[in-house]
């Protein structure tokens, strides 16, 4: 079993390997609250963009370009005055998430329907909702919202399925380390906001 996913992973392209470690950067940095976050992001998306083109998982693809303009954003957010200095909040409350969620699922239903007819994509259901889950979670980590860690438990996990079924057998093991690195990030988030309600109740 180990051979097997050392063969894999030799199989695997170098701008693959190359996306793969900038995206487990992208993580570390998020855990800790780093800016340079959304620098290693939006390198990483931009290749994976190009990758899930070509393997025509088209909503993935355009997933990844919406990241590249969050890295953007996420960048100019972190470095204003208010967010840099403030640690993670819990921002909204479960009223706003099951909106979100009421307009989430019927798009998800109408995109993955009207790809699986128009389009030769594959896998559209996950595709189309684990994409835009991702953009509710990108969104929300960009507001350093603790409950995206929430999202991004569940969603990575079924990325580990989505990714190994394409043959992205890199992709799909970090994606395995990705699960474990959220945990490890909402421990840190935690210990963060828990630390900055001491200091400001001294």
């Not at 190359?18 to 487990?24: D, E, K, N, Q, V």
């Not at 559209?124 to 953009?135: A, E, H, K, N, R």
Request: glycine share 2%; hydrophobic share 55%; net charge neutral.
């Amino acid at each position: 079993m180990i051979q097997e996913l050392i063969d894999q992973l030799l199989l695997s392209s170098v701008w693959e390997l190359i996306a793969l470690l900038l995206a487990l950067a992208y993580l570390l940095f998020a855990a800790h609250q780093r800016q340079w976050c959304w620098l290693a992001a939006g390198i990483s998306c931009t290749i994976y963009a190009i990758i899930f083109w070509q393997a025509r998982l088209y909503m993935e693809a355009l997933l990844q370009v919406f990241y590249i303009v969050m890295a953007g954003y996420g960048w100019w957010q972190w470095q204003k005055s208010v967010i840099a200095t403030e640690g993670p909040k819990r921002k909204f409350n479960w009223r706003w998430h099951a909106l979100q969620w009421a307009w989430v699922i019927p798009a998800g239903t109408i995109i993955a329907i009207l790809l699986d007819v128009y389009t030769d994509a594959d896998a559209v259901w996950l595709d189309t909702y684990t994409t835009l889950f991702s953009l509710l979670a990108t969104w929300l980590i960009t507001q350093k919202a603790y409950e995206t860690w929430w999202y991004w438990l569940v969603i990575d996990s079924v990325y580990v399925y989505l990714y190994w079924s394409k043959g992205f057998v890199a992709t799909a093991l970090l994606f395995v380390v990705y699960v474990i690195l959220v945990v490890y990030a909402m421990y840190r988030w935690r210990a963060d906001q828990q630390n900055q309600w001491v200091l400001e109740n001294q």
